[in-house]
């Protein structure tokens, strides 16, 4: 099932992706992120037919990089930005300000402003004083009210961060049309990577509810936005972006009116599988002489792109170019004097026995939460470096 360093793909028989053929002609001197933008556009659009006619808002935050904004602005998505700086992002690769909601709940009044000031009439909130800054910077906006996901089976939940509790919805929605704006409907993120769409039903079922209430409580809803989830194959193998987003679909549809505009945010379901890490192993050890487990150190860790291995939430695939060789178990962490950088030792990862210091590692489906997650310069180690082909 492995692939090696020279690039074969994982799980497949499929040719070689592009951008591990280009991993494996070329070499780095940093841990270096490789995206392959044509996969990207191809998702997207295998995305786009599982969720018939649904409008799809690429998560900006999951890969920002320009190439792939302007990829997406050509393929004719449109995007949900967090920030100023994602706005700004957004329009620098040609999107128009019709084209960006801006989805964040907890956002800075000069952020709001500044989008109101461009044009942008799309927003998300879950709380009272959120929706006053939103009245008092951009009047007469769009809001669609966030709601907590309180059913997860995802392995990078959101929920109890971000939305308001379904009995709390009608009387926000009171709040926003008494503050002059206008609520066109809910939103909510069943959690990133929900590897199953079984997984949605109940959060589904739970929205619906609020959204009947709204409507008999005389609220005209017409936006679904269901946000993002749609999963990524790391170590273990999920579902076709098209027939993932298509079994979504129909449970959406089954649940609310057909005239209903539905709205999804892909970020990791859009990105991660299109890109891979090229890194190195700089040491290989054990604590002591009888030990079991080797500790093998990369130059890549959690300060410096791998964050989603917090918790070990996120499993990600690893190859190297001694795929025959006989595999050990090893406590896998990265370079930097924090000893929370430990990627992997709850469940300790397979990796050759012959595996030593200058060995190449691949590290797979990297594309969505790498490059903005690494930091400035911990230790001294440089940001990800990112190509993008
Ligand atoms: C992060 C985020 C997304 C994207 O989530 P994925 O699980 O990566 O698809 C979508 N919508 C909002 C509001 C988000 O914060």
Known sequence: MNADAAGHAPYSDTPIPRHLDYIARNTFDQPTLVVDRSAIVERYHALARGLSGARIHYAVKANPAPEVLQALVQAGAGFDAASRTEIEACLAAGATPAQISFGNTIKRPADIAYAHGLGITHFAADAVE??????????????????????????????????????????????????????????????????????????????????????????????????????????????????????????VRARFPDHVEIMAEPGRGLVAEAGAIAAEVLLVSRKHDADLYRWVYLDIGMFSGLAETMDEAIRYQITTAREHEATGPCVLAGPSCDSADVLYEKHPYQLPLGLKGGDRVVIHSCGAYTSTYASVGFNGFPPLAVVVI
């Not at 959120?130 to 059913?151: D, H, I, M």
């Not at 079984?198 to 959060?203: D, G, I, K």
């Not at 619906?208 to 194959?233: H, K, M, Y």
């Not at 987003?245 to 449970?251: I, N």
Request: aromatic content about 8%.
């Open 130 to 251: 959120e929706l006053e800054k939103l009245a008092e910077q951009a009047p007469g906006s769009n809001v669609c009210l966030r709601l907590l996901g309180l059913a997860t089976g995802a392995d990078w939940p959101l929920s109890r961060k971000f939305g308001c509790a379904p009995d709390m919805a009608l009387s926000l929605m009171q709040t926003a049309q008494d503050l002059g704006l206008h609520v066109e409907g809910l939103s909510f993120h069943v959690g990133s990577q929900t590897r199953d769409p079984e997984m949605w039903c109940e959060t589904l079922d739970q929205v619906a509810e609020v959204w009947t209430a709204a409507q008999a409580a005389g609220f005209d809803l017409r936006l679904l936005n269901i946000g993002g989830g749609f999963p990524a194959s790391y170590a273990s193998h999920v579902a076709d972006p098209e027939s993932y987003a298509r079994d979504v679909m129909g449970k």
